[in-house]
């Protein structure tokens, strides 16, 4: 299911949205909007593992001593 919302950009945001279609890249300014978010959701999701496997999360006691013992084995 998608849902529409409605987003307030700066006109060079939008230019480089529309730059993208005429370009070929993009077939609509949702498909680039859509493809930057999943790449910052990807991105955000990686640094989240890499905090993790660092031992850095914050995570309760017992997920990093299973990441500990993980490293371990």
Excluded: C, H, W, Y
């Amino acid at each position: 299911m998608n849902t529409q919302i409605a987003v307030r950009l700066p006109e060079q945001i939008v230019a480089f949205l529309d730059s993208e279609i005429s370009g070929g890249r993009a077939k609509s300014r949702a498909q680039v909007v859509l493809r930057a978010l999943e790449r910052e959701q990807r991105r955000q999701l990686a640094t989240r593992d890499v905090e993790i496997l660092s031992g850095g999360s914050g995570l309760p006691d017992d997920v990093n001593a299973a990441a500990a013992q993980r490293k371990v084995d």
